[in-house]
T-cell receptor, first 113, second 113 residues
Framework: NAGVTQTPKFRILKIGQSMTLQCTQD?????MYWYRQDPGMGLKLIYY???????DKGEVPNGYNVSRSTTEDFPLRLELAAPSQTSVYFC????????????FGEGSRLTVL | GENVEQHPSTLSVQEGDSAVIKCTYS??????FPWYKQELGKGPQLIID?????GEKKDQRIAVTLNKTAKHFSLHITETQPEDSAVYFC????????????FGPGTSLSVIP
């Protein structure tokens, strides 16, 4: 099993550009999450999904959009990139009714210049 | 919503000494408290968790304590080793919903050989 796979690992964007961070998991987990990590700020929840077709906002959703058309995939879209979105983004998943453990991908480092 | 605070932000200990990291949470309905370890360049990984029906849990050199009345919980690492050097995150969530996991800002632990 590959677990949670994120692409790309690194990306530089110009202000105003758009892009999609891809996340896929092969563990048949219903729950999927997007977090951003900034120095000294921990992991902030952007959006999450409890299953295909269902998404909800987390702590810091502004400037982002998500969709969940399949159990495996949970892409994160940045429509108009801003310097404040420079961060490391982590996708995570977990099994419904399981132990509660989150399985994280290795992260995507995004820089907006 | 839930707010998790964590102290200290950085911690240096000599190899073989103990390390203690403390967290507080605000939502009295939170029932599940995991701890994650993040090594450089990796996504966080669960190392131990505790539920509200117990006050302490141990796993080899790692232990977690929970005081629900005071709304705080702590991670204890004994006989520290250089490979314990990492960033540690505490988190809290309502076990019943399992939807949102809110993280603290993290503690960077350095174990000096």
């Amino acid at each position: 099993n590959a677990g949670v796979t994120q692409t790309p690992k690194f990306r530089i964007l110009k202000i105003g550009q758009s892009m999609t961070l891809q996340c896929t998991q092969d563990m048949n987990h219903n729950y999927m999450y997007w977090y951003r990590q900034d120095p000294g700020m921990g992991l902030k929840l952007i959006y999450y999904s409890v299953g295909a077709g269902i998404t909800d906002k987390g702590e810091v959703p502004n400037g982002y959009n998500v969709s969940r058309s399949t159990t495996e995939d949970f892409p994160l879209r940045l429509e108009l990139a801003a310097p404040s979105q420079t961060s490391v983004y982590f996708c995570a998943s977990r099994f419904t009714g399981g132990t509660g453990e989150l399985f994280f991908g290795e992260g995507s480092r995004l820089t907006v210049l | 919503g839930e707010n998790v605070e964590q102290h200290p932000s950085t911690l240096s200990v000599q190899e073989g000494d103990s390390a203690v990291i403390k967290c507080t949470y605000s939502d009295s309905a939170s029932n599940y408290f995991p701890w994650y370890k993040q090594e450089l360049g990796k996504g966080p990984q669960l190392i131990i968790d505790i539920r509200s029906n117990v006050g302490e849990k141990k796993d080899q050199r790692i232990a977690v304590t929970l005081n629900k009345t005071a709304k705080h919980f702590s991670l204890h690492i004994t006989e520290t080793q250089p490979e314990d050097s990492a960033v540690y995150f505490c988190a809290a969530s309502r076990r019943a919903s399992y939807d949102k996991v809110i993280f603290g800002p993290g503690t960077s632990l350095s174990v000096i050989p």
